[in-house]
């Protein structure tokens, strides 16, 4: 990927010596730009918005195209994933990620609706399991190649928390077949 204001080559993988065990991994999609001129506009916004809520950025993918799930009619999505550094526990996180997407002008009407954000809390680490109604690692994610292929193009090493590598899941996921980077 290139720096778009530079036009030079972001190393966006992750530092070899970070413990892909205690990854905290969040996928971030927009399909609705709403009050931005683009989703990229968007999600760079949302990114930049991550530091005030005390979540720091180890690593980004670039970011990917798919068309929209389950309806291909609704406008395409644009996904990534960043690696991030948090003091919060996992709830914490996700609320802080819920304010974040409320500041954004997310609204939770029907399911799979078009969205301005849509943050997902992936994988914290190897917990696994239901932590009172947060289910650890995303019970989807594996599933799905707009969360798969980011993952795989910054860690390629990270295994899920229920296993399989990213690439590995990647290539097999059922869901955002067409996904690429862009």
Not at 8 to 33: E, Q, S, T
Not at 97 to 110: H, K, Q, T, V
Not at 140 to 151: C, L
Not at 155 to 163: S, Y
Request: aromatic share 6%; with cysteine.
């Amino acid at each position: 990927m290139r720096d778009e204001r530079r036009g030079a080559p972001v190393d966006m993988r992750i530092d070899a010596a970070l413990d892909l065990n205690a990854a905290v991994i969040v996928a971030l999609g927009c399909n609705d730009k709403g009050a931005w001129s683009s989703c990229r506009e968007a999600l760079e916004a949302a990114l930049a918005r991550f530091r005030t809520e005390g979540i720091d950025i180890i690593a980004r993918s670039s970011w990917w195209s798919s068309l929209a799930w389950p309806d291909p009619q609704d406008p395409p999505f644009l996904n990534g994933v960043v690696i991030v550094s948090t003091a919060h526990d996992p709830h914490d996180l996700m609320a802080a990620l819920g304010r974040i997407e409320d500041a954004f002008g997310r609204r939770r009407s029907a399911r799979n609706a078009p969205r301005t954000l849509d943050l997902d809390l992936i994988a914290y680490g190897r917990l696994i399991g239901d932590l009172n109604g947060l289910i650890l690692p995303h019970p989807r994610a594996a599933e799905r190649r707009f969360v798969m292929g980011p993952i795989a193009e910054i860690a390629p090493d990270w295994v899920h928390p229920a296993g399989g590598d990213a690439a590995a899941l990647a290539g097999a996921a059922g869901v955002g077949k067409d996904a690429h980077p862009i």
